[in-house]
């Protein structure tokens, strides 16, 4: 984990809880913020902190699972880890679809805690990677015409220069000249590359 202000959440609304969770966490070097209740913790934290989530189920107000469905809504990606001493089936079932990444029950056990959080420390790091992959390819077809556009989803659809100038009726010697442009802007090497670019952007449903 590279990133040195990826910081540990902790939400529960009982405070000797909170504080043997910061303990712990904070013997092995990580950061840690702790909240009384899924409203304090909406307040203060902004989207796009590095870090990860754990979160008691039952508190007064908004529960746990309520916050971690509001982010959900709200398109807030941070790794979610659900700690319960009320776990029952159907609570663990709705916290995974919801997207939680672990669902431990009370009392656990503190190394597979802290493996859990190391897990979803990880997971953060690679969202945040692919996002920032995202963005860059986002800013090379940014630089695309509509014409280069056109000729790239063909392209890394399997079809041939000639295919291609009979679709848009131009020269092949034309689409040789838009294919180099793409792949210029697109900063390719080869056409596996591009084709990998174009599948990190979702942009064509056919691959």
């Known amino acids: 984990m590279n990133s040195t202000n990826a910081t540990v959440f902790v939400v529960d609304d009982d405070s000797a809880m909170r504080n043997s969770l910061k303990w712990l966490i904070e013997t092995v070097g990580m950061k840690v913020e702790t909240f009384a209740s899924a409203e304090e913790f909406i307040k203060s934290y902004y989207p796009g902190r590095a870090g990860c989530l754990l979160l008691d189920v039952r508190m007064p107000g908004m529960s746990g699972l309520e916050l ?44 597979l805690l802290l493996e859990s959080i190391r897990n979803a420390m990880v997971i953060d790091q690679d969202q945040r990677s692919l996002q920032a992959e995202r963005a860059e390819i986002a800013a090379r077809l940014a630089q695309l015409t509509p014409r280069e556009h056109e000729v790239m989803e063909m392209v890394t659809n399997g079809k041939a220069n000639k295919e291609i100038a009979s679709a848009l009726g131009v020269s092949a010697k034309t689409v040789e000249a838009h294919r180099a442009r793409v792949m210029e802007k697109m900063e390719a090497t080869s056409l596996a590359g591009l084709v990998k670019m174009v599948i990190a952007a979702n942009l064509y449903g056919d691959h």
């Open 68 to 111: 971690q469905e509001y982010f959900v809504r709200q398109s807030i990606h941070i790794p979610v880890i659900i700690i319960t001493g009320h776990g029952d089936v159907p609570m663990s079932v709705r916290a995974m679809k919801a997207g939680a990444v672990d669902f431990i029950e009370k009392p656990f056990n503190d190394e």
